[in-house]
């Protein structure tokens, strides 16, 4: 089982910056990725970006040159750094931890969600 707690988020004007965090615990050897989504009402979950544990990072094309997703030296806590807020961006984020068991075992764990606003 693993465990995602995330923190972060808030309130910001247009334009500026926030940054959320997660970590994971628990049974961590198989954790292929973590990531972000975000969901806003009436909308689906849609993914921000993601990293793999070897370090390939994937943005979604509204948040390319803004968002930057890292992870720290275990791997197992990643950060969303997020500039140049647009009101666009307001949503619920959600952290994503993707493990795999074997070609086909993988289990999918996610965070509370941690609510972003941008609004002056």
């Known amino acids: 089982q693993v465990r995602v707690v995330e923190s972060g988020g808030g309130l910001v004007q247009p334009g500026g910056s926030l940054a959320l965090s997660c970590a994971a615990s628990?049974?961590?050897?198989?954790?292929?990725?973590m990531g972000w989504y975000r969901q806003s009402p009436g909308k689906t979950r849609e993914l921000v970006a993601t990293?793999?544990?070897?370090?390939?990072?994937n943005y979604a094309d509204s948040v390319k040159g803004r968002f930057t997703i890292t992870h720290n030296n275990s791997k197992y806590t990643v950060y969303l750094q997020m500039n140049s807020l647009k009101p666009e961006d307001t949503a619920t984020y959600y952290c994503?931890?993707?493990?795999?068991?074997?070609?086909?075992?993988?289990?999918?764990?996610w965070g509370q969600g941690t609510q972003v606003t941008v609004s002056s």
């Open positions: 994503n931890v993707n493990e795999v068991l074997s070609i086909n075992d993988r289990n999918v764990y």
């Open positions: 628990g049974t961590l050897d198989n954790i292929w990725a």
């Open positions: 990293l793999t544990t070897d370090g390939t990072a």
